[in-house]
Structures are given as structure tokens and as C-alpha cells.
DNA sequence: ATTGATTACCTGTCTGAACAAGTAATTGAA
DNA sequence: TTCAATTACTTGTTCAGACAGGTAATCAAT
């Protein structure tokens, strides 16, 4: 699902949407938190992703190179367990970096069957530019929370990933 | 980005992973909170998506199907509206679920233009599965938090959605 | 040293989602 | 009445992500 309204165009339609943010779309009323994730995700994943659009990164793409600018060459399979990710995913993911310049790949040399990914010398130009989005994102996502506000959504977050881990590799 | 490691599959796999939830990856340091965000949401995907996995819908589709059951015959616009979602992605799955025999297409007799998606009697089968899939799901997610919490939850989950949609609809 | 896992990656297929372009039907004016 | 929006929906392309196979290279025993 998801798409939420074009971001511009008509100019009037977002108020539109923007007047319903707590809308009990009837069925989900069963599950107000899950739903409530979801809805918090998509508005963070769109914004993320419009955040980023001008870098010609899409979301995901980031953190992978976040993690080269910050460790250096990494196997695939090193970014697989780090990110958490998929080999398929990590191998197209890889594949986009790389015909987009901003990563190159290079024979490891203690494992043929392994390929070193590294950033290219022209991807730092985006480093200071994807930082600097992150903590956009950050700022937006967090809005005039207090310190101690904060504190608290990060906790409960938190709690959530600890229920959901708990609950996800067959309970 | 994103996969975990498998569900089941060698059975150990998964201790490993759930040993370093709070890992901190890093580059995403400067953003601790969205970053929680991504993860919790991917969590949450992940476990709706095996929870439905064996009714045959995706992700997704079960709100639509909610929707259907709850409202009766809805004209594609109105879905989308509902849903928050994008008419192609929306034409699309309405295609897969008429694939999958859970609805059926019929001419809106007032508007030659739209189309009337209706649940097929078939489906119905699907609503009390998909109807405790929900409440498993809201369950897993939750764990054990005390009424009081759940509400705490709920109250920083609606706070970070005000703000996002705030600051996505261009400020 | 040969054989049988395991590991590192890749490809294909299907899903939701975003974006861009369409095609009809309908509506609103001039 | 005609003609220019608008609306309802499609199609094409590109992402990430999940899943199901592969194919080499490496490792661990026998």
C-alpha cells in the first residue's frame, strides 16, 4: 500500500490528507498500534526518501554507503550480516551503487569467491550531504520534543524491537 | 534493504541475530530515533508478513480486504482514499487479488469511468483468519506492556505521525 | 587427495511502492 | 453545443525486499 497523495502538484490536495492523520480506518481498529507503525513507517520511509532523492540515493542505498565512508572496503557478505540485509538484495543494491559511480567492487584477495565493495573517491562528495539529511530526518521525525520526550519514544521503540525480535524467530 | 537472516532454516541462525538488536550501525548514530524507526517497522513487516503468508495474501491486501468486508462494494477511488494509497499501485493489487479470486470487478452503474470492487463470497472464508491474524500481530507486538504503557505507545506513535505528516507535505 | 558440506554471490520471480504517461468517461463553461 | 479540464483507472519502469533456486570457491573430514 502507501503512496499518500503526491507529495505536490495541485498544492491543495496534501491538506486534504493532512486533516485525517488519525483516522481509524475501520478494520484496523483491532490492532491501533499496528497500524499506527505502519502509518509512522510510511510517512518516514516518503520522507527519507524525498529527503534523499536529490543525491540520487534511495533509501537503503545509504546506509550501505555509510558504512563503506565509515569502514572501508567491506565484503558483501560483511554488509549482509551488518544491515541486516538479504544476499539478493545486497548484490542488486551493490549492482545500482556501483552503475550509479558511487561504488566499486575488487577481488578479495584471500577468497576468490568474494568481491571487496568500496566507496568511490567521488561518492565522498555525498557524505557530508547524506550526514546532513540524516539529521534532517531526525529533526523532522522528532518535531518540538523535549529531551526527556525523546528519551521516551526511543525507549519504547525500543521495547517494540526487543517484543518484536522476541517474537519473530519462531516464539 | 532488509531480509533478517531467514526465519527458521538452521535453527541457530536467529539466536545470533537477536543477540545484537540495539546494535548500533554506526553511520545511523545520528539518528537513533529514525533509525529505530526502520527497524521496528521492518520487524513489524516482516512478522505481519509471515503471519499472512499462509492465508495467501501479502501485505497490504488484507487491509484492502478489510476494507471490502467492512464497507461492502467500493469503487476503486474510494479504496485509494482510504487507504492513503496510489492508484496504480491500487490497480495493481486489486489486479492480484481478482487473480487470486478474493474479489470481483463490476461497472459502476452511475460512472462508466470506475469500476466496483467487491469481496468475493469466497473470501469470506479469509475474514476471521485475517481478523485473528490481527490481533496476534498486535499481541506479538506489544508482548507484555501494561495497559498504561500501550497507551504511552500509542500516544508517541500518533506524536511522531504529527510530526511527520507536518513536515512531509512540503513546510 | 577426494568427496561432501558450507560459503559467497548471482539470477529469476513476485510483491508493494513511487513516478511518469497515458486513455477513456464525465463535468463545467463559454 | 462544443471543448477544455477533471476524474477514474491503466501501463511501464525502477526501487527494495522476500523467496527459490543456481554456480563457483573454500573448507572439513575421511
Known amino acids: 500500500m502507501a503512496a499518500r497523495s503526491r507529495t505536490s502538484r495541485t498544492g491543495t490536495a496534501p491538506a486534504a490528507t ?58 558483501q557478505t560483511d554488509l549482509i550480516k551488518v544491515l541486516d540485509s538479504d544476499a539478493a538484495t545486497m548484490t542488486r543494491t551493490i549492482q545500482r551503487l556501483e552503475r550509479a559511480g558511487f561504488v566499486r567492487r575488487r577481488p578479495d584477495p584471500s577468497d576468490a569467491r568474494a568481491a571487496l565493495i568500496e566507496p568511490t573517491p567521488a561518492s565522498q562528495h555525498l557524505r557530508a550531504e547524506i550526514e546532513n539529511i540524516w539529521r534532517q530526518l531526525e529533526s523532522l521525525t522528532l518535531g518540538s ?21 522476541e517474537n519473530t524467530s519462531e516464539p
Open 18 to 75: 493532512a486533516a485525517t492523520p488519525l483516522r481509524q480506518p475501520t478494520a484496523a481498529a483491532g490492532g491501533p498500534i499496528s497500524h499506527a507503525i505502519f502509518r509512522v513507517a510510511r510517512l518516514h520511509r516518503m520522507l527519507a526518501g524525498s529527503l534523499l532523492r536529490p543525491t540520487g540515493l534511495y533509501p537503503g542505498q545509504e546506509l550501505v554507503m555509510m558504512h563503506l565512508w565509515d569502514r572501508g572496503a567491506q565484503r
Open 145 to 165: 520534543l523535549t529531551d526527556a520526550q525523546q528519551q521516551t519514544t526511543l525507549s519504547t521503540l525500543e521495547e517494540l524491537e526487543r517484543n518484536l525480535l
